[in-house]
């Protein structure tokens, strides 16, 4: 089953990799005695789960597991580590192996923060005492198994058969900055602001045995978000996806965590289905159960565990879930262009980076009126109409794209000079002194005048209205104009069904279930061209475009669609009042 190119006799090693003092070192130093359980990313994992993700990766009492060698690469108190060890002493105890000689190789352990590390060594020495062991071989198996220090800065000897565990949920922010420089040197998944559970993940997989399989419980959201998108393209070269489990809603942890979890287990091999299930009950013999039916060499028939062929594809997100709506969203995308190629674009609204200074009311600001834009604003938008509250934004940029000359603007020149320490200040302005005062984003005061669909970030539904051009959005705003679609048409399309069932399969869920409704996910759903559109079907839409009737939209959509009566549920089903 594993390739064992490094033999199961040989020592595991773990060398610092930087032996000698320098700021990478004593940024660990650092972490390893600073921070409490939130700073570290520390969540505990109940019994039940880790038994499950264990199974799930056949790390069984049944197998010979002193011939395995398994990875924990950030233990904390245990909860993964010390169920492996008990299994690991009952199979031994069967098989005649409970000694030092035979089990020293088994296992791999390493924690960051000292003072757990300290904790958890005392208690797998009395776990190996109680299971037949003496103290000092006990000890001697510790000191063998047990390493203190930053996993992904380690390095290892052999490869390993089972890497378990629930890796740190830590943002970028909460890591030094020159630590978080030497990771990214490191790990070429850390795309754009991916947490630190990515490289944990790239890193364990890169130490998997032919074969050898990776079990962890941690956010989902690196499956389908943009920071996701180098880990599942490393993925989907080189592993298989062998088990997806959602435990959205689950008490899988000892508290509650804002993440949306899930358990997955990789394979180091080639091809290969990915079982998949949904929010299981945390109950042992359920799940031992469920198990059974993940692992088993044929998917029994009255399981209720799904196979999916071809989860991964690339950097593509994954669709694990919603399986007669994703077979809806592949039919469309096969009959159907994606909205920018139907002749749409979508965009966000201008950062500016130092919003007090660039913001104000728009009649208040001290500026050529050439140099300001009325603004529209997240909390503009109510009971799906824009109402504008008066602010405006200053704006530094001419007709050209280029900074204007502040000589030329000496009103500009002193309001922004007046507040040229705020706005000196920020990163996009240190970068280049000599235009301290652009904005983040390059404002393009053609799109005020232009109709346009707005859109908020975060939703539970698709809040979709219509500005008729006469307002430039702030960031936190998605918009879509187009040169083709009839504005009021498309705005109908976007608050159907359809819009949902597509964002609702590709973004991840916000905490409470909201959606986020990002140009990315925007960019996936399928539109009809314009020109195809009969007549009578583009007065239809533009008549329903603000309707309540939700009902009446969907059916329309639907004709446009040429969706059947169980497609049109489908929607229906996606779209919340």
């Not at 580590?81 to 009952?90: F, G, N, Q, S, T």
């Not at 399989?213 to 499956?223: E, N």
């Given at each position: 089953m594993f390739d064992k190119e490094s033999p199961v006799t040989a020592a595991l090693t773990l060398q610092p990799a930087f032996p000698g003092f320098c700021p990478v070192t004593e940024a660990v130093e650092k972490l390893a005695v600073d921070g409490g359980i939130e700073e570290r990313g520390a969540i505990f994992t109940k019994r039940e789960v880790v038994d499950f993700i264990l199974d799930l990766t056949g790390y069984t009492v049944d197998a010979s597991l002193s011939e395995y060698r398994l990875l924990e690469p950030s233990f904390g108190d245990g909860d993964f580590?010390?169920?492996?060890?008990?299994?690991?002493?009952?199979s031994a105890e069967r098989e005649g192996k409970l000694t030092y000689a035979a089990l020293v190789n088994s296992i791999c352990a390493i924690e960051l923060h000292r003072s757990t590390f300290e904790g958890t060594r005392k208690l797998v020495v009395e776990r190996l005492e109680k299971g037949g062991l003496s103290h000092e071989d006990a000890a001697r198996l510790c000191n063998a198994w047990l390493y203190q220090g930053d996993f992904l800065l380690a390095e290892f000897a052999p490869v390993f058969t089972h890497v378990v565990g629930n890796p740190p949920y830590v943002r970028q922010e909460a890591i030094p900055?020159?630590?978080?420089?030497?990771?990214?040197?490191?790990?070429?998944?850390?795309?754009?602001?991916?947490?630190?559970?990515?490289?944990?993940?790239?890193?364990?997989?890169?130490?998997?045995?032919?074969?050898?399989?990776?079990?962890?419980?941690?956010?989902?959201?690196?499956?389908?978000?943009?920071?996701?998108?180098?880990?599942?393209?490393?993925?989907?070269?080189?592993?298989?996806?062998?088990?997806?489990?959602?435990m959205y809603g689950v008490d899988a942890f000892h508290v509650e965590v804002s993440a949306y979890p899930a358990i997955t287990v990789i394979e180091k091999a080639k091809g290969g289905a990915t079982r998949v299930y949904a929010r299981p009950q945390i109950d042992g013999k359920i799940l031992e159960k469920l198990a059974a039916d993940l692992t088993a060499p044929s998917l029994p028939k009255k399981s209720q565990v799904r196979e999916i062929e071809n989860v991964t594809a690339g950097s593509e997100p994954w669709v694990l879930d919603s399986f007669d709506e994703l077979a809806l969203v592949r039919r469309l995308e096969a009959h159907f262009p994606a909205l920018e190629d139907a002749g749409c674009k979508v965009g966000i609204g201008v950062a500016t980076g130092a919003d007090k200074a660039f913001i104000g009311d728009f009649e208040s600001l001290d500026v050529e009126p050439s140099r300001k834009l009325p603004l529209v604003m997240t909390r503009d938008i109510l009971e799906g109409h824009v109402e504008w509250r008066g602010k405006g934004i200053v704006n530094p940029f001419g007709d050209n794209g280029k900074l204007v000359d502040l000589e030329d603007f000496p009103k500009l020149r002193a309001y922004l000079e007046e507040r040229k320490e705020q706005i000196a200040g920020r990163h996009v302005a240190e970068k280049n002194p000599s235009g301290w005062y652009r904005t983040i984003d390059r404002i393009y005061p053609e799109l005020t005048y232009r109709e346009k669909l707005l859109i908020p970030d975060i939703k539970g539904d698709a809040s979709i209205v219509y500005e008729e051009g006469k307002l430039y959005p702030h960031h936190n705003l998605y918009f879509i104009t187009s040169d083709q679609w009839d504005v009021h048409a498309l705005q109908a399309v976007m608050r159907s069904g359809i819009a949902r069932l597509f964002v609702s399969l590709y973004c991840t869920r916000m905490r409470g279930g909201y959606l986020r409704f990002q140009a990315q996910y925007l960019r996936k759903i399928r539109l009809p061209k314009w020109q195809d559109v009969s007549a009578e079907l583009r007065q239809r839409l533009a008549d329903y475009a603000e309707t309540k009737n939700r009902h009446a939209l969907n059916e329309i959509v639907s004709e446009l669609y040429g969706l059947t009566p169980q497609e049109l549920k489908l929607i229906e089903g996606n779209t919340e009042e």
């Open positions: 580590l010390v169920p492996a060890i008990e299994r690991l002493l009952l900055d020159v630590l978080m420089a030497e990771y990214r040197q490191r790990y070429k998944t850390i795309y754009d602001r991916a947490d630190i559970y990515v490289p944990f993940i790239e890193r364990s997989l890169a130490l998997l045995a032919h074969g050898g399989k990776q079990g962890f419980i941690c956010a989902d959201r690196w499956m389908k978000n943009k920071y996701g998108k180098k880990l599942r393209e490393l993925v989907s070269e080189n592993y298989v996806l062998a088990t997806y489990v959602d």
